[in-house]
C-alpha cells in the first residue's frame, strides 16, 4: 500500500478532514463545525471522531494513517505538539497533538493554518513548482504563510506569516488580538459582516441569512448579495479589496515573491471577481514596478482542501 496521510484544517468555524496519498490524490474526508466556546477536549474528540469517518470513506483504517498533520488558526509550537493561542477558538496552551496521538495513534504534526494551506497550494495547486511565495487566507480572520527556497519559512521563533496583524490603519477598529487597524479588522469575513450590520442602509445580505436560517455571513451569503448588486455589500467589499491590495503590496515590496496566493472562503467562491481588485491596487503600490505582472496574484486552485491537503505534506514533510 503507497504512504497514506490524513490532514485537518481547523478553522474558526469549521474544520475537514481529508486522507490522500502522497501524491495528494483524496481517497475520503469528513467535515464538521467547531462549536464557539467548546473545551478544546470536545473539539479535538470531534476532529478524532472525522479522521475516522474520512479513512472509513477511503476503506482504510487509522492504523493505515502513516501521519496526520493539522492545520491550526493561529501560533503554534512546532515541536511540542501545542496551540499556544487560537483567539478564534478561545484556546490558549493545548496540547492537541499529543491528545490526538494518543486516541489514533499515528505521529501528529502541528502548523499554522495559513502556512499549512499555502504549502497545499504548493504542493499540488497554483504555487507548484515555485521557490518563493505567499499565501493570504481571508476567513473569519487572516493569515499568511511564507514559501521560501521551496520550503515553508516559520521565522525565528516559528510565527512568520501573521500577515493579518500587520497595521494598516491606525486609527481603525479593535481587532481579535486586541489592538487596532490590523487588516484583520478591515478585511476579513467577520470585519465585512460587523461592517454591513452597521450600515445605515439595509444589505439584501441581510435578507438572505435570515431566508436561509443563518446567523453568521458565510461566503456564500456574501456571493448572492454581490449578485443582487446589493450596494452595502459592494462598497463594504470594494473597502476590504483594498485594505488587501495594500496588505499584498506591503508583502511584495517586503519579500519579492514570484507568487501571491489569495484564499479562503470568499476568494473560493469570488476566484478572479474577488482577487483582481486585490491585484490592481497592489501593483499600485509595489516599489519596483512589475509591467509584465511576473508577480503572480492568483486565488488557490485546491478549494476546500487547500489546508486539509497542505496538512498532508506537512505530515509527509515531517515524518
Given at each position: 500500500?503507497?504512504?497514506?496521510?490524513?490532514g485537518?484544517?481547523?478553522?474558526?468555524?469549521s474544520?475537514?478532514?481529508?486522507?490522500?496519498?502522497?501524491?495528494?490524490r483524496?481517497?475520503?474526508?469528513?467535515?464538521?463545525?467547531?462549536?464557539?466556546?467548546a473545551?478544546p477536549q470536545?473539539?479535538?474528540?470531534?476532529i478524532?471522531?472525522?479522521?475516522v469517518?474520512?479513512?472509513?470513506?477511503?476503506?482504510?483504517?487509522?492504523?493505515?494513517?502513516?501521519a496526520?498533520?493539522?492545520?491550526?488558526?493561529?501560533?503554534?509550537?512546532l515541536?511540542?505538539?501545542?496551540?499556544?493561542?487560537?483567539?478564534?477558538?478561545?484556546?490558549?496552551?493545548?496540547?492537541l497533538?499529543?491528545?490526538?496521538r494518543?486516541?489514533?495513534?499515528?505521529?501528529?504534526v502541528?502548523?499554522n493554518?495559513?502556512?499549512?494551506a499555502?504549502?497545499?497550494?504548493?504542493?499540488?495547486?497554483?504555487?507548484?513548482g515555485t521557490?518563493?511565495?505567499v499565501?493570504?487566507?481571508?476567513?473569519?480572520?487572516?493569515?499568511g504563510g511564507l514559501i521560501?527556497?521551496?520550503r515553508?519559512d516559520?521565522?525565528?521563533r516559528?510565527a512568520?506569516?501573521e500577515?493579518?496583524?500587520?497595521?494598516?490603519?491606525e486609527?481603525?477598529?479593535?481587532?481579535?488580538?486586541?489592538?487596532?487597524?490590523?487588516?484583520?479588522?478591515l478585511a476579513?469575513?467577520?470585519a465585512?459582516?460587523?461592517d454591513v450590520?452597521?450600515?445605515?442602509?439595509?444589505s439584501?445580505a441581510?435578507?438572505?441569512m435570515?431566508?436561509r436560517?443563518?446567523?453568521r455571513m458565510?461566503?456564500?451569503v456574501?456571493?448572492?448579495?454581490?449578485?443582487?448588486?446589493?450596494p452595502?455589500?459592494?462598497?463594504v467589499?470594494a473597502?476590504?479589496?483594498?485594505?488587501?491590495g495594500?496588505?499584498?503590496?506591503?508583502v511584495v515590496n517586503?519579500?519579492d515573491?514570484?507568487?501571491?496566493?489569495i484564499?479562503?472562503g470568499?476568494?473560493?467562491?469570488?476566484?478572479?471577481?474577488?482577487?483582481?481588485?486585490i491585484?490592481?491596487?497592489?501593483r499600485?503600490?509595489?516599489?519596483r514596478p512589475?509591467p509584465?505582472?511576473?508577480?503572480?496574484?492568483?486565488?488557490a486552485?485546491?478549494?476546500?482542501?487547500s489546508?486539509?491537503?497542505?496538512?498532508?505534506?506537512?505530515?509527509?514533510?515531517?515524518?
Open positions: 500500500m503507497s504512504k497514506i496521510y490524513a485537518v484544517d481547523l478553522g474558526g468555524t474544520f475537514i478532514a481529508v486522507v490522500a496519498n502522497r501524491k495528494g483524496v481517497l475520503g474526508s469528513a467535515g464538521n463545525t467547531t462549536t464557539p466556546g473545551e470536545a473539539t479535538i474528540q470531534q478524532g471522531d472525522c479522521i469517518e474520512a479513512a472509513k470513506e477511503a476503506s482504510l483504517l487509522p492504523s493505515h494513517i502513516r496526520i498533520g493539522i492545520g491550526a488558526p493561529g501560533a503554534v509550537d515541536k511540542r505538539g501545542i496551540v499556544v493561542r487560537a483567539p478564534n477558538l478561545g484556546w490558549s496552551d493545548v496540547p497533538a499529543s491528545t490526538l494518543k486516541r489514533l495513534g499515528p505521529d501528529v502541528l502548523g493554518d495559513v502556512q499549512v499555502i504549502l497545499g497550494e504548493h504542493a499540488y495547486g497554483a504555487a507548484r521557490k518563493r511565495a499565501g493570504i487566507w481571508v476567513g473569519t480572520g487572516i493569515g521560501a527556497r521551496g515553508i516559520r521565522g525565528f516559528g512568520a506569516g500577515i493579518g496583524h500587520m497595521l494598516i490603519k486609527d481603525g477598529p479593535v481587532c481579535s488580538c486586541g489592538r487596532r487597524g490590523c487588516v484583520e479588522a476579513s469575513r467577520t465585512i459582516e460587523r450590520r452597521a450600515s445605515e442602509t439595509e439584501a441581510l435578507r438572505i435570515k431566508e436560517n443563518k446567523d458565510t461566503s456564500s456574501i456571493e448572492r448579495a454581490l449578485k443582487e448588486n446589493d452595502v455589500m459592494t462598497e467589499m473597502r476590504a479589496q483594498h485594505y488587501l495594500l496588505l499584498a503590496g506591503n517586503l519579500f515573491p514570484e507568487m501571491i496566493v484564499g479562503g470568499i476568494a473560493q467562491r469570488l476566484k478572479e471577481a474577488f482577487v483582481a481588485p491585484a490592481e491596487v497592489a499600485s503600490r509595489f516599489l512589475d509584465e505582472k511576473r508577480v503572480q496574484i492568483v486565488h486552485r485546491l478549494g476546500d482542501h489546508g486539509a491537503l497542505g496538512a498532508c505534506a506537512l505530515a509527509r514533510q515531517m515524518t
